[in-house]
């Protein structure tokens, strides 16, 4: 004799922060000023400015240069560089372009540096920056020129 199955619920929680109309949800509104009043609240108050015997704690460490993580990013924007025409398919002796790969690997650029914003070391921070800058650049170059090659084919067919 088969087993009765039990009923089986789940509940769904919208955690999306705006309305179908574009407005922040009342409950993350809210949430936020709960937020900023305990935040207020825990802040200390200033101390009076008396010098202290005690010397201040030192500045934090300047992050350490990673020869992988450079590595990572200059594969990346090797990749993201090949699909915006800069390397020859070896088979059709053609520039491969694809603008949408390219989106993607530039925006898993942008997120490395979200991501490590503060934690990079001066060197990595700028080859990530000027990579990421050039890449735009060229996404955008490309982005006109196809968008050039398709008027002027439509043009032509008319």
Do not use: C
């Amino acid at each position: 004799m088969p087993e009765p199955k039990s009923e089986e619920t789940f509940r769904v929680i919208d955690r999306r922060l705006f309305t179908e109309e574009g407005e922040l949800r009342q409950e993350i509104a809210a949430e936020e000023k709960r937020e900023a009043v305990k935040e207020a609240s825990v802040a200390k108050p200033e101390a009076p400015a008396v010098p202290s015997a005690t010397p201040e704690t030192p500045p934090a460490e300047t992050p350490k240069r990673s020869a992988a993580f450079e590595n990572l990013i200059r594969m990346i924007g090797s990749n993201a560089a090949m699909v915006l025409g800069a390397y020859t398919d070896p088979r059709t002796g053609q520039p491969m372009i694809d603008p949408d790969a390219a989106r993607e690997l530039i925006d898993m650029l942008d997120a490395l540096y979200e991501k490590t914003k503060g934690n990079l070391a001066p060197e990595e921070n700028d080859v990530l920056l000027d990579l990421l800058g050039k890449l735009k650049l060229t996404y955008l170059e490309v982005n006109q020129a196809l968008a050039a090659q398709a008027t002027h084919a439509k043009a032509k067919t008319r």
